[in-house]
């Protein structure tokens, strides 16, 4: 501790200063856009800039649909990017939307089994198409947000050559800001958090080499986004 001290004393005074023993205090925020941007939306606006956005810039193809039209309209996503083989996340809100019968009924979808053990990670690797269910969307980049969970595993969204996300209006928020409040809420409240939290905007790309912009580097080439009009 003294030579600790010393040696905060002895740099202090090169830097012609007297040696300070509390933080200094943070400026003042030039401004509340954190908290506030976008935050004046509807739930409407805000889904029609979280598509124009990943559209747009992300490249990620975006639909908005019913709740009774969604087994329809993602059996015909995945038939766009060439059918099966397809793996859907074991999440229960794809089965309460039809999803998964009618993939499994149309594709022979493998649907991803806690039980099955590395033999998920097998299917993930094979199929054309990988289908989860987000958490929450962002608007302000255009990004889903994935929890992973025993029966929605991180591979599903990773190693299948095209994905298909879908997400509910009502939870697509403002930005990031946002999400960090609600998680710690839930943390608060003690609801145990996932191992993983993913925000995925779009296909990775990138244009290290000669400057030509390749797509898909790492992870799928297509990506999609089946927005369930819930609000």
């Given at each position: 501790?003294?030579n600790r001290t010393?040696f ?6 090169s830097?012609?200063?007297?040696p300070?023993?509390e933080p200094?205090?943070a400026p003042?925020?030039?401004n509340?856009y ?10 409407q606006?805000?889904c ?7 559209s747009t810039?992300?490249?990620?193809h975006c ?9 329809h309209?993602?059996?015909r996503?995945?038939e766009?990017?060439g059918g099966?083989?397809?793996?859907v996340?074991?999440?229960a809100?794809?089965?309460e ?15 991803w089994d806690p039980?099955l053990?590395e033999?998920?990670v097998r299917?993930a690797?094979q199929?054309?198409?990988g289908?989860?269910?987000?958490e929450?969307?962002l ?5 889903v947000?994935?929890?992973s ?15 298909i996300?879908v997400?509910?209006k ?7 800001a946002?999400l960090?409040q609600i998680?710690h809420r839930?943390?608060q ?5 996932p191992s993983?939290i993913?925000i995925i ?12 912009k390749?797509?898909g580097?790492?992870?799928?080439v297509?990506t999609a ?5 819930d609000c």
């Amino acid at each position: 501790m003294n030579n600790r001290t010393a040696f905060l004393d002895t740099l202090a005074r090169s830097l012609g200063r007297e040696p300070r023993t509390e933080p200094v205090p943070a400026p003042a925020p030039v401004n509340d856009y954190p908290q506030t941007r976008l935050t004046e939306l509807t739930a409407q606006e805000r889904c029609d800039a979280f598509i124009d956005f990943a559209s747009t810039a992300m490249m990620t193809h975006c639909e908005l649909t019913s709740p009774a039209d969604a087994p329809h309209a993602a059996l015909r996503l995945c038939e766009e990017y060439g059918g099966g083989p397809a793996i859907v996340s074991g999440d229960a809100r794809l089965a309460e939307l039809g999803i998964t019968r009618r993939l499994q009924e149309a594709l022979g979808a493998a649907v991803w089994d806690p039980a099955l053990g590395e033999e998920n990670v097998r299917l993930a690797e094979q199929a054309n198409v990988g289908v989860v269910f987000a958490e929450y969307g962002l608007t302000e980049s255009g990004g889903v947000v994935l929890f992973s969970a025993p029966e929605r595993g991180r591979s599903l969204s990773l190693l299948p050559t095209s994905c298909i996300t879908v997400l509910r209006k009502s939870t697509i928020l403002p930005r990031v800001a946002q999400l960090a409040q609600i998680l710690h809420r839930r943390a608060q409240a003690g609801e145990r958090m996932p191992s993983c939290i993913n925000i995925i905007s779009g296909p990775s790309s990138t244009a290290d080499i000669e400057l030509i912009k390749v797509v898909g580097v790492h992870g799928p080439v297509n990506t999609a986004c089946l927005i369930i009009d819930d609000c």
